[in-house]
């Protein structure tokens, strides 16, 4: 029995690293300048479907590591752009206020962000399109100059 165990937890360790490599090709990794983002923005049509389709997208994920001990939640961080005429229907259907993120990226997973975004940003944002409350918070930040998304998202996908 101890034998199969054995054999069964060396089976285990070698199928984590092709696991972890198809699932980088089949994601497409870490993209952009230097491989350290995503640009997919599927993944994030899918977590903020309020704000259509999206381009332009540079992310980075929590689980973007090679760390031993994988993190059981789930925090997506970045940029994208909006579709044309998208912030302009937001901004007729919501309330918001002229209020920036957080100017530091302070995770370790959000370093390669830095120095990344719009140039100089007038940041506004609408209480009613975050979320917070049952192990989900949102919260979005728009540019009205070049229609960029800065968002940050605990359990973007529930």
Same mark, same amino acid.
């Given at each position: 029995?101890? &034998?199969?165990?054995?054999?069964?937890?060396?089976?285990?360790?070698?199928?984590?690293?092709?696991?972890?490599?198809?699932?980088?090709?089949?994601?497409?990794?870490?993209?952009?300048?230097?491989?350290?983002? /995503?640009?997919?923005?599927?993944? #994030?049509?899918?977590?903020?479907?309020?704000?259509?389709?999206?381009?332009?997208?540079?992310?980075?994920?929590?689980?973007?590591?090679? &760390?031993? #001990?994988?993190?059981?939640? #789930?925090?997506?961080?970045? *940029?994208? &752009?909006?579709?044309?005429?998208?912030?302009?229907?937001?901004?007729?259907? /919501?309330?918001?206020?002229?209020?920036?993120?957080?100017?530091? *990226?302070?995770?370790?997973?959000?370093?390669?962000?830095?120095?990344?975004?719009?140039?100089?940003?007038?940041?506004?944002?609408?209480?009613?399109?975050?979320?917070?409350?049952?192990?989900?918070?949102? /919260?979005? @930040?728009?540019?009205? &100059?070049?229609?960029?998304?800065?968002? @940050?998202? #605990?359990?973007?996908?529930?």
């Amino acid at each position: 029995m101890e &034998r199969r165990k054995l054999i069964g937890a060396a089976v285990g360790l070698a199928v984590l690293p092709v696991g972890w490599a198809l699932w980088q090709v089949v994601d497409g990794g870490a993209g952009g300048a230097g491989g350290d983002w /995503h640009t997919d923005a599927g993944p #994030l049509e899918q977590a903020f479907p309020q704000l259509g389709p999206l381009t332009g997208a540079q992310w980075v994920s929590s689980r973007d590591n090679d &760390r031993d #001990l994988p993190s059981p939640e #789930l925090v997506i961080s970045g *940029f994208c &752009r909006l579709g044309p005429g998208k912030l302009d229907e937001l901004t007729a259907a /919501h309330a918001f206020v002229p209020e920036g993120p957080p100017d530091d *990226f302070s995770s370790w997973f959000e370093k390669p962000l830095e120095g990344e975004g719009p140039k100089d940003p007038q940041w506004i944002r609408s209480p009613e399109l975050d979320r917070d409350g049952s192990g989900r918070t949102t /919260h979005l @930040w728009f540019d009205r &100059r070049s229609d960029t998304v800065r968002f @940050w998202a #605990l359990n973007p996908y529930g």
